[in-house]
C-alpha cells in the first residue's frame, strides 16, 4: 500500500466528524525547498482524507509572531537591531510587503499555490490579537505547575518555579524574546525584560505587569502546539524528525493536551529531513535551495513529485547539480504509465497524489528528460521529429506541450546545475586524448567510417543499432568501442547516445574525423 494510503487508514481510525490537518511555519527567512515537504505531505493527506467522502480542512498558518532569533548575513546589518522583536512588528526588506515576516512568507505562498495546494492561510498574529486563544492562554497561566512538571517528566527539563508559559511583548522596546513572565494574579502577568536572558538580544531591563490576552504574549512553541489543538480542534499534524524525538515537541505537547485541556492529541509523526547535497537547511542561516530558485527549474507537478514519491519516514536527498532531476523525469514517466494501466498500483497512487487535475487529458508518450537534453546539446536535430520516430505515431497536443515543457526544464538544468557528464561540446580539431586510443579501437572506429559511407542519411537510433553490430563484429567490449567514439569527437569517454550524436553532424565531417583517428 502505497505510504499516503496508510496513513489515512490510521487517520480515519480517529472517526472525528471534521477532520482539521495542519500545518505552520516560522517565515524569519528565505524559506527553503525543504519546507516544501511539510506543506506537500500535509496537502496529500488531506486530498486522501476528501477522498474518503469525509469532511476536512487544511489550514497552513505562519508563525509571524515569533521572535526574531536569527538572521543571514546579508541582513544582518540592516536588521540586526530587531533580534528579539516579533517577526510581524519588523518592516519588510522590501516595499510591497506588510512586514518582515510576509515579505518571506508571499513568495512561499505563490510556490506552493502554484503545485496545487489550496490551504487556508493562517497568521498566527491575527488568530492571538483576535482572542481566539486567550481561553487557551488563561488554562496554561492556571496549570503553570503541571507544565513545569510536564517538561520535567517528558524531557527532563527542569523549569524555576517562577517559570511561566508565555512571553508578553515590552512596552517600553518592543521585544517579545527577552521577557520573562514570573508572576499571574488571573488577569495579568508580571514580567522583566530581561537584559541577558538570551544570547541573541538584548533586554532594556523594563519591569512591570501586562495582560497575557489579545496579541499582547505568546506562549512558547511546545505549548502552543497543544493550544492549537485545543482551540482548533486539530486532527492532523506532522513535522520535522527532530519535534517527535523522545522528549520533543510532540510528546511534551501530547502529554499538556491530555493534562491540562483534557483532549486527545493530533494524529501525527515525524517525516524526514529534505537535504540538499546532503545538508540539512536553515532558514535564517541561509544554507541552501530557496523554494523559489528550485520552482524555477522545475515545473510544479514535477516539484510536488519530488515530495510525494518517497515515503515521509525516508530522507530525501535532491541535489540538482547531479543526476537527481534526469532520474526524477523517469520515475515520473514510470508512474503515469502505472496510472494509465493498473490506477491501484503504488507507483499509480504516487501519481494520482502528483496530479492536482486528473481530469485533464494525459500524455501516454514521454520522451526522456535525459535524451532531451543531450539532444538540445547536437547540432542539426529536430526533437520533435525524433520523438515523433520514437513514438511512431504522431505527437497529441498534451505531448507536444510536455515536449516543450522539458526542453524549457533541460535548457534551465543544463544552464545552471548540470554535471560535466551531461555536458558536452563537438571538438572541432582531433582531441589529444583520441591520439592514444589502442590499435583495437582505431579498427572499430575504420570499421564504423564505413558503414556511415553507405548512406547519405542516418536516423540517430538505426545508426546506433548498426554500431553496435560492428562492435560485435570487431570483437570489442561496448566500454572501449563507445568511449573511442566520445574521445574522438568530445575529448571525453562519456556522452549521449553515439549514434544520436554522429547522426546529428556534418556525415563528411565525421567520416574525415573517424579516418584520421584510425590511421
Known amino acids: 500500500m502505497f505510504w499516503v494510503d496508510e496513513t489515512i487508514d490510521e487517520v480515519i481510525e480517529r472517526k472525528d466528524k471534521k477532520y482539521l490537518v495542519t500545518d505552520y511555519k516560522t517565515p524569519s527567512g528565505v524559506i527553503h525547498v525543504g519546507a516544501l515537504r511539510g506543506v506537500v505531505i500535509h496537502d496529500v493527506i488531506f486530498r486522501g482524507i476528501k477522498e474518503k467522502k469525509e469532511e476536512v480542512e487544511y489550514w497552513y498558518g505562519f508563525d509571524d509572531l515569533d521572535s ?3 538572521i543571514s548575513k546579508d541582513l544582518e546589518k540592516d536588521f540586526g537591531q530587531y533580534m528579539g522583536v516579533p517577526l510581524c512588528n ?9 512586514n518582515f515576516a510576509r515579505f518571506f512568507a508571499d513568495s512561499f505562498i505563490k510556490v506552493f499555490q502554484s503545485m496545487g495546494v489550496k490551504a487556508k492561510i493562517v497568521w498566527a498574529s491575527e488568530l492571538y490579537r483576535s482572542g481566539v486563544y486567550n481561553k487557551a492562554i488563561e488554562t496554561v497561566l492556571n496549570n503553570s505547575e503541571t507544565i513545569r512538571r510536564i517538561y520535567k517528566e517528558v524531557s527532563g527539563g527542569e523549569k524555576p518555579k517562577d517559570w511561566y508559559p508565555i ?3 515590552c512596552p517600553k522596546c518592543g521585544k517579545l524574546g527577552t521577557t520573562k513572565v514570573f508572576g499571574w494574579d488571573g488577569k495579568e502577568v508580571e514580567f522583566k525584560c530581561e537584559e541577558n536572558m538570551v544570547e541573541w538580544a538584548k533586554g532594556c531591563g523594563y519591569v512591570g505587569k501586562s495582560s497575557p490576552y489579545d496579541g499582547n504574549g505568546k506562549m512558547p512553541y511546545k505549548v502552543e502546539t497543544a493550544a492549537k489543538w485545543f482551540t482548533f480542534g486539530t486532527s492532523v499534524e506532522l513535522a520535522g524528525k527532530d519535534h517527535y524525538t523522545k522528549g520533543g515537541t510532540f510528546y511534551i505537547a501530547r ?4 493534562e491540562v485541556f483534557n483532549i486527545s492529541a493530533a494524529y501525527g509523526y515525524g517525516y524526514e529531513w529534505f537535504l540538499v547535497g546532503g545538508k540539512k537547511m536553515s532558514s535564517s542561516k541561509g544554507i541552501g535551495s530557496s523554494a523559489e530558485e528550485i520552482a524555477a527549474i522545475l515545473p510544479p507537478e514535477m516539484l510536488r513529485f519530488l515530495m510525494v514519491r518517497t515515503r515521509a519516514k525516508r530522507a530525501i536527498d535532491f541535489d540538482p547539480e547531479g543526476d537527481t532531476i534526469p532520474l526524477l523525469y523517469d520515475e515520473y514517466d514510470r508512474c503515469i504509465n502505472e496510472f494509465l494501466n493498473n490506477p491501484q498500483a503504488d507507483l499509480a497512487r504516487a501519481f494520482y497524489y502528483t496530479e492536482t487535475n486528473l481530469e485533464k487529458e494525459l500524455p501516454t508518450y514521454f520522451l526522456r ?11 542539426r536535430v529536430d526533437i520533435f521529429q525524433y520523438a515523433e520516430s520514437e513514438k511512431g505515431l504522431p505527437l497529441t497536443q498534451v505531448e507536444i506541450q510536455e515536449i516543450e515543457k522539458r ?7 543544463l544552464d545552471k546545475f548540470a554535471p560535466e557528464s551531461f555536458k558536452f561540446i563537438v571538438c572541432e580539431e582531433l582531441p589529444e586524448v583520441a591520439k592514444s586510443l589502442s590499435e583495437v579501437q582505431k579498427e572499430f572506429l575504420a570499421k564504423t567510417a564505413e558503414l556511415i559511407e553507405k548512406k547519405e542519411v542516418w536516423q540517430g537510433e538505426e545508426l546506433h543499432r548498426e554500431i553496435h553490430d560492428v ?15 566520445y574521445l574522438t569527437f568530445l575529448g571525453k569517454d562519456s556522452g549521449p547516445q553515439a549514434g544520436w550524436l554522429l547522426a546529428s553532424l556534418d556525415k563528411g565531417f565525421v567520416t574525415n574525423r573517424l579516418k584520421e583517428v584510425s590511421k
Not at 519588523?90 to 506588510?98: A, E, V
Not at 502529554?255 to 491530555?258: G, H, L, N, Q, T
Open 68 to 70: 526574531m532569533d536569527g
Open 90 to 98: 519588523i518592516p519588510s526588506p522590501k516595499p510591497g510587503h506588510n
Open 167 to 169: 512571553q508578553v511583548i
Open 255 to 258: 502529554e499538556i493536551a491530555k
Open 369 to 379: 528528460f535525459s535524451k532531451v537534453a543531450y539532444m538540445l546539446q547536437m547540432p
Open 407 to 413: 526542453v524549457e526544464v533541460a535548457k534551465n538544468w
Open 471 to 485: 562492435k560485435n563484429e570487431a570483437g570489442i567490449n561496448p566500454r572501449d568501442a563507445f568511449s573511442a567514439i
